[in-house]
């Protein structure tokens, strides 16, 4: 493929807070902490950074936001922001930088404090004179779910319960992981009897809000071996963008993301997958409610359109089965503070390929993806990358 990023890069270093509540913590002081663990992770120090980029979406203070607290004075740090794909979009930036061979060792972050921002949630759009004049995001999803049980014909009670199978799942793998938020196991029956947020989802049915940073080192791939014996190479990073019909619109048929599939698409043909199902290992997607997990599996081919429930009743995403989806526990567990989300997902593959992640090891992983979906279903930025060995 004419400009591959294929195997040209590697990362051999990452760091990940525990997401959450973080009171005690300010934006400096979860930096900190994961360029460090980063630093440690690949054996080296400040002096070896030659450029950084640093992913979020409400820090005003652009570069500074990190090179302040690292005292990384004097170089270059540039501040990128793609909705919920800004972390994914650090590394973007920092993987191209290195493979265009500007840069030898790059350094990518991304984070957010949104619990200091005394919002219950995510800030709203702004009214528009359109198909949507006001909006939610659950409302939003509520739709897609509601389109989704009608045109697949699911009642409200087989739909219902595909997505508290999605909830358990995920809920099942963060309980297994330190650095999430909500470390707690839920039944169906716990999911299915939750106070509704916007019908058909529930308050277990959308993951949270949360403060976090994540950060990687990244190298060219023929220098990765010098900074430890198990880099994890890049295979695709692919951004795809949307002409906002479904805002425009009144056909729009909300049971898929556009953006997703051909986003899935290119990263698929960059990385030489030609059967995902088979050939991806595992998966961390954009799960900011169960529906969007349950879609995300079609868009991405892992199920046939309109058949993923067939596959989350086989067990086919849990931990132990034939593709893991959310192993670390997902947004539903993380919560999401938008610029560290893409990283920390990258974070759960690079750990699992390296065999790193205790229990919730996969077996003999090959190929992970990640996928980030920024903005409202209808008008999505999406982002998908592949990382392997």
């Known amino acids: 493929m004419p400009g591959s990023i294929k195997d040209r890069v590697a990362i051999v270093g990452m760091g990940c807070t525990k997401f959450g509540e973080l009171w005690e913590k300010g934006p400096s002081d979860m930096i900190v902490e994961v360029v460090n663990e980063a630093y440690a992770d690949a054996g080296v120090g400040e002096k070896d950074i030659e450029a950084v980029w640093v992913g979020t979406l409400f820090s005003g203070f652009g570069g500074r936001s990190v090179s302040e607290p690292l005292r990384m004075q004097y170089k270059p740090v540039t501040r990128v922001e793609n909705a919920c794909g800004s972390g994914t979009e ?14 030898n060792v790059c350094l990518a972050v991304g984070f957010e404090k949104l619990k200091d921002a005394g919002l219950s949630g995510l800030p709203g759009m702004e009214n528009r004179t359109n198909t949507h004049y006001q909006q939610t995001n659950p409302g939003i999803f509520a739709i897609m779910a509601t389109r989704y049980f009608d045109r697949y014909g699911l009642s409200p009670e087989e739909g219902k319960t595909m997505l508290a199978r999605i909830s358990v799942k995920s809920h099942h793998n963060g ?23 916007a019908w058909p989802l529930g308050l277990f049915d959308c993951c949270g809000v949360s403060d976090g940073a994540a950060a990687a080192v990244i190298t060219r791939a023929d220098m990765a071996k010098k900074f430890r014996p198990d880099p994890v190479y890049i295979k695709a990073l692919q951004i795809c963008t949307t002409p906002t019909s479904g805002r425009l619109t009144t056909d729009y048929d909300y049971t898929h993301v556009e953006e997703a599939y051909r986003a899935g698409i290119a990263a698929y043909a960059e990385a030489g997958v030609k059967n995902p199902r088979k050939e991806i290992s595992m998966a961390e997607v954009h799960d900011c409610f169960s529906i969007t997990e349950a879609v995300t599996m079609e868009d991405l081919q892992f199920s046939p359109r309109g058949r993923v429930k067939e596959d989350i009743e086989a067990g086919v995403f849990n931990l132990d089965g034939e593709l893991p989806v959310q192993p670390d526990g997902g947004l539903k567990c993380f919560g999401h503070p938008i610029g560290a989300s893409g990283i920390r997902m990258l974070y759960e593959l690079y750990l699992q390929l390296q065999g790193r992640a205790d229990k919730r090891q996969i077996k003999e992983p090959r190929l992970g993806i990640t996928h980030n979906m920024g903005n409202e279903p209808y008008a999505p930025t999406v982002s998908v990358a592949i990382v392997g060995l």
């Open 90 to 103: 650090a590394v973007r930036g920092a993987a191209y930088a290195v493979a265009a061979g500007i840069y």
């Open 175 to 197: 309980s297994l992981n330190p650095k999430a938020h909500l470390r707690r196991e839920l039944t169906i029956e716990q999911v299915l009897n939750a106070p509704i947020i």
